[in-house]
């Protein structure tokens, strides 16, 4: 059985928080996308200026690799071992680095300035809060490697036993009826 740590205890809802900001960030930009895309961007809650398709097209990207990094990271906080460490932490941080991209794309657009209906400014605010929390999110997740206690250390339950990877002597493939599998 997996013990609780604190890493696990704190990722499970910093987790499920960025899961809900990006489903309301794919929300926001794909209605956002579709108006830029029809030309729509004198509609009052839109706008926009130069920088705004490309921060669209990022943010919407971010918000797709987003969620499925917390789908992994549920699977990963489920189970806490580091087989599922793997493909969690990479994805966390593919989606990381997509989301720091639209990040300093809301940074640009907020510098060249005009006119921003209310959604883009909430876009914005939530890409800007998403690169910190999705941050965060990535240490806790890698924080285990520097001790068991923040993340899922070594452990003498995977199957063969052995401790070093090695099978216990005289036992082959056929020998391991009572392991775990």
């Known amino acids: 059985m997996a013990q609780s740590t604190v890493g696990r205890n704190v990722a499970a809802p910093l987790m499920f928080l960025n899961l809900v900001m990006y489903a309301i960030v794919l ?17 009052p809650s839109f706008g926009g200026n130069g920088a705004t398709g490309f921060f ?23 189970t806490w071992r580091n087989d599922s ?3 969690a932490a990479s994805t966390a941080i593919l989606a990381w680095a997509v989301t720091m991209l639209a990040f300093g794309l809301a940074c640009k657009q907020i510098n060249v300035g ?3 209906g209310w959604r883009l400014r909430v876009l ?32 003498d ?7 070093g990877g090695e099978m216990p002597k005289g036992t082959g493939a056929a ?7």
């Not at 929300?27 to 509609?43: E, K, P, V």
């Not at 339950?157 to 401790?163: F, K, L, R």
């Not at 020998?175 to 599998?181: E, F, L, P, Y």
Request: proline letters at 1%.
């Open 27 to 43: 929300g926001f930009a794909s209605w956002c996308l579709n108006r830029y895309i029809n030309g729509q961007t004198y509609h």
């Open 175 to 181: 020998g391991m009826a009572g392991a775990r599998v």
């Open 124 to 155: 914005e605010a939530f890409v800007i809060i998403l690169g910190v929390t999705q941050g965060l999110y990535v240490m806790l997740l890698h924080a285990g490697m520097f001790s068991s206690r923040y993340g899922p250390g070594y452990r």
């Open 56 to 78: 669209l097209t990022f943010a919407t990207l971010a918000a797709v690799l987003g969620i499925v990094s917390k789908v992994l990271g549920g699977n990963h906080i489920r």
């Open 157 to 163: 339950d995977y199957v063969g036993g052995g401790g």
């Open 85 to 87: 460490l793997a493909a």
């Open 114 to 116: 005009g006119h921003r």
